[in-house]
Nanobody, 130 residues
Framework: QVQLVESGGGTVQTGGSLRLSCAASGYTFSRNCMGWFRQAPGKEREGVAV????????WYADSVKGRFTISQDNAKNTVYLQMDNLRPEDTAMYYC???????????????????????WGQGTQVTVSS
């Protein structure tokens, strides 16, 4: 059984940085997509960033391009989200997610179709104060 455990959330001021981690157990990195969604109160869950674990290609939502960086450590079965130059509008609960193989990372994460995304973490809160 796959388990995804996020960590690294917290409260920072505008312009600050945080690094989120998502450790996967019960699963070994293969040809999957793994990434991050976020959900602010009263808003829909949106895809933020995703990485193809079989080759390290990455995709980002327009709202975070140039500020967020997703990466992976295969030896640790962990995906990271480095968030720099944070803004108040980045405040949300951030969720790690794993998608089964053979499907589009961009379509299901960034465009939000979520087909084949069956495994989710419990979420970690990020709050950016102005």
């Amino acid at each position: 059984q796959v388990q995804l455990v996020e960590s690294g959330g917290g409260t920072v001021q505008t312009g600050g940085s945080l690094r989120l981690s998502c450790a996967a157990s019960g699963y070994t990195f293969s040809r999957n997509c793994m990434g991050w969604f976020r959900q602010a109160p009263g808003k829909e869950r949106e895809g933020v960033a995703v990485i193809y674990t079989g080759g390290s290609a990455t995709w980002y939502a327009d709202s975070v391009k140039g500020r967020f960086t997703i990466s992976q450590d295969n030896a640790k079965n962990t995906v990271y989200l480095q968030m720099d130059n944070l803004r108040p509008e980045d405040t949300a609960m951030y969720y790690c997610a794993l998608q089964g193989s053979g499907m589009s990372c961009y379509t299901n994460f960034i465009l939000g179709r979520r087909v084949g995304i069956n495994d989710w973490g419990q979420g970690t809160q990020v709050t950016v104060s102005s």
